[in-house]
């Protein structure tokens, strides 16, 4: 580049590139008045350059600028856990089964008494936290495969007893005879003998053990051989179960 201070003639200023009218402007603007009479000729290949110059840095704002733009991040939706009912409309509360089973067991096992097992347990498996059967012990009249329902009594090789699901007191399937809400004591279970009056888990649990040793109970009046029942209690109890 060279810099003249002096006026250029009309064929060098045809020649010389002209700037656009914004641009001269805005020079005689900025430009200082001492150097506002001078005169920069970059050439036609400085023009270019500069012009390149122009573009590529421009280019590099942009991009610097696109990339530094706020991004939106999308949120996933919520996820809501259905369960079907039985029409086959969706709610969201689901059905939870217990995790756990209390069932009782006696006759010919080693540690006769209240076992706790997972949902789904066998009658093998209840054996089996009794501490399995004794020598000699029947098992031929007991379901091992039967699934377990909570609150049941499982009795092991005791003659005449054989494999009972939970009923319900009061339940005619039962077995023997009596008014309807009566009790079996021969059938009932730890939680249906817990349900009577004056009698919870501990002296439900010595009924079930008396019974187991014994074999059934032949009369009501048996319960008065039972340790904690008395003759107040058991004339309580009296017209509440059936043998």
Do not use: K
């Given at each position: 580049m060279t810099r003249r201070n002096r006026v250029a003639s009309?064929?060098?200023q045809e020649a010389r590139p002209r700037l656009p009218s914004w641009c001269r402007r805005l020079?005689?603007?900025?430009t200082p008045e001492s150097l506002r009479e001078a005169r920069v000729d970059p050439g036609r290949r400085g023009a270019v350059a500069l012009t390149a110059v122009v573009l590529v840095t421009a280019l590099a704002v942009s991009v610097l600028v696109w990339r530094a733009r706020p991004r939106v991040q999308p949120v996933p939706p919520p996820v809501v856990a259905a369960t079907f009912g039985a029409a086959g409309a969706t709610t969201g509360v689901s059905t939870s089964t217990p995790a756990t089973l209390v069932v009782a067991v006696t006759g010919r096992v080693r540690r006769p008494g209240v076992v706790t097992l997972p949902a789904g347990?066998?009658?093998?498996d209840a054996v089996r936290a009794a501490g399995g059967p004794?020598?000699?012990a029947d098992l031929a009249l007991l379901n091992l495969a039967r699934k377990l329902a909570d609150g049941e009594l499982v009795v092991v090789g005791v003659p005449g007893v054989g494999d009972q699901a939970a009923q319900p007191a009061g339940d005619p399937d039962a077995g023997g005879t009596g008014p309807p809400g009566q009790v079996d004591l021969n059938t009932a279970t730890l939680a249906q003998l817990d349900t009577l009056p004056g009698v919870g888990p501990v002296l439900a649990q010595r009924i079930l053990d008396w019974r187991a040793e014994h074999g059934r109970f032949a009369s009501v009046d048996q319960l008065a051989d039972v340790?904690?029942?008395g003759e107040s209690r058991l004339?309580?109890?009296r017209?509440?179960?059936r043998v």
């Open positions: 009309a064929p060098e020079a005689d603007r900025w347990a066998r009658v093998i004794l020598p000699g340790s904690g029942i004339a309580q109890l017209d509440l179960v």
